[in-house]
């Protein structure tokens, strides 16, 4: 019997991947509190089929607000840069990150021990 193989990519996201096009409805269910609930689970599962994965981070979501502010300059100049964030700078400005940054479930998914990290 010939033995397949899986190969499974995540994106890792929270909220930047859809920045452009956050509804209410994304911007209360996207939360840190939720997404490592998920996580937890995902590795859970993984673990339990013995499955490795490769997590691939967008970068600034593995940031915290402390790291972002004297790389914001990183975040761009061009036309695009201010379509695409607007609702991150929104948020930003009121003091809310959550879903914008979440470093802790990098570390999570680091200390599984199991996966391949990408950014």
Same mark, same amino acid.
């Given at each position: 019997?010939?033995?397949?193989? =899986? =190969? +499974?990519?995540?994106?890792? $996201?929270?909220?930047?991947? &859809?920045?452009?096009? +956050?509804?209410?409805?994304? !911007?209360?269910? =996207?939360?840190?509190?939720?997404? !490592?609930?998920?996580?937890?689970?995902?590795?859970?599962? +993984? $673990?339990?089929?013995? +499955?490795?994965?490769?997590?691939?981070?967008?970068?600034?979501?593995? &940031?915290?607000?402390? *790291?972002?502010?004297p790389n914001a300059d990183l975040f761009g100049d061009?036309? $695009?840069?201010?379509?695409w964030p607007r609702n991150f700078r929104a948020d930003?400005? #009121?003091?809310?990150?959550?879903?914008?940054?979440?470093? *802790?479930?990098?570390?999570?998914?680091? !200390?599984?021990? #199991?996966? $391949?990290? !990408?950014?």
């Open positions: 019997m010939t033995r397949g193989t =899986i =190969i +499974l990519s995540l994106d890792c $996201e929270g909220k930047w991947g &859809m920045a452009d096009h +956050l509804s209410p409805h994304h !911007a209360a269910v =996207i939360t840190n509190r939720n997404l !490592a609930q998920v996580y937890a689970g995902l590795l859970k599962v +993984l $673990e339990r089929r013995r +499955l490795r994965a490769t997590f691939a981070f967008v970068g600034a979501w593995t &940031m915290n607000r402390d *790291e972002y502010q061009s036309p $695009e840069s201010h379509v930003l400005q #009121r003091g809310v990150t959550d879903g914008w940054f979440a470093p *802790e479930l990098l570390r999570t998914v680091v !200390a599984d021990g #199991r996966h $391949e990290i !990408a950014s």
